[in-house]
Every structure is written in C-alpha cells, then in structure tokens.
C-alpha cells in the first residue's frame, strides 16, 4: 500500500527551526495557523451523520464489570446528553465480539472531549473509536484505535454493513 506524504501541501514552506526550548526537549514552533481539523473532520471522515464511534465493551458475566458498564452508561447519558448514546446490549452485536454500548461524537471539540473524558472514566471498559468513511471494514479495521485491551471483531459481518 502506498501512503500519500503526510507533508503535501507545505512542500515549499520555509524550514522549521531546531531550536530547543527552555524545558531542554521541546521545540520551538512558531505561531501560524491552528489546524482546520480543530473546527472540522478532515477527509475521509464523513460527519453527514456522525464522525465518530465509540463502542464501549464490557464482559457480561462479569458482574461487577457488568455494574460499572451500566453506571458509566448512565454517567455518559448525564454528563454529555449532547451525544448520540445507543441503548446497553448485553450480548455480542453485529462485528463486535461482545456486550456494549455505543456513543457518537459530531464535530471534533466533541470527539477530544468524550476521548479525554473516557482515557480517566473508563474503568475496565475497553473502548473501540473508529472514524465513519463511508467503508465499515476500513472503519472497524484499519483506521480504529483502542483504549483498554484490544478485542477482535468478526471481519466477516463489517464486508455487510451499510453507511
């Protein structure tokens, strides 16, 4: 697979300077610009629906996970009522391998924020985030990231998944 330079588009800008800051590690960087991606998802992710999921996994025969993953439930409807958070299934659905349930986020203050939030809050919830491209595998497969101890998913029911 062939990956686009992550540096298209500066290709003639001037150079960065080397110089360290006071803290002895860091760079300097000069002031510019701040990032679209802080107002907007950048492409491919469309967020015509909603940008971001996280499915938040729990072990249903666990019965203190079980307790937490439905006070955490609760604590999310409360805490970011601004989402789109999914009903608590207690069983494995569609390509995910267990009980869980889902939040969506809708612009990117969102997405840093329930992130930020889950790193502290999640117990020992694992948590998949995966970005919505219009491709479900890709999604699910290969543009995911995990907080917690990765599970795998049944591949063969995203090739099914309409976006």
């Known amino acids: 697979m062939s990956w686009e ?6 290709e003639n800008a001037d150079s ?8 002895g590690k860091s ?3 000069p ?9 907007e998802f950048p492409k491919p992710i469309d967020s015509s629906n909603n940008g971001f999921d996280f499915h938040i996994y729990y072990i249903p025969n666990d019965e203190n996970e079980t307790k937490f993953a439905r006070e955490l439930h ?6 970011f009522p601004e ?16 009980a869980m349930f889902e939040v969506n986020t809708f ?5 840093g924020a ?27 497969m290969e543009l995911a990231t995990w907080m917690g101890r990765p599970w795998s998913l049944n591949a063969d029911k995203l090739k099914r998944i309409p976006h």
């Open 16 to 23: 960065l300077p080397t110089t360290i800051n006071p803290d």
């Open 27 to 29: 760079l300097y960087n």
């Open 83 to 98: 989402l789109r958070i999914y009903k608590f299934w207690d069983k494995a659905v569609g390509p995910h391998p267990t």
């Open 114 to 140: 329930f992130f930020a939030w889950l790193v502290v809050n999640r117990g020992p919830c694992s948590v998949l985030i995966h970005p919505n491209t219009g491709d479900g595998y890709k999604d699910h």
């Open 31 to 39: 002031p510019g610009p701040k990032s679209a991606a802080y107002d």
């Open 107 to 111: 612009n990117p203050h969102q997405t």
């Open 74 to 79: 609760e604590r999310v409807r409360r805490e």
């Open 5 to 10: 330079s992550p540096l298209k588009g500066y």
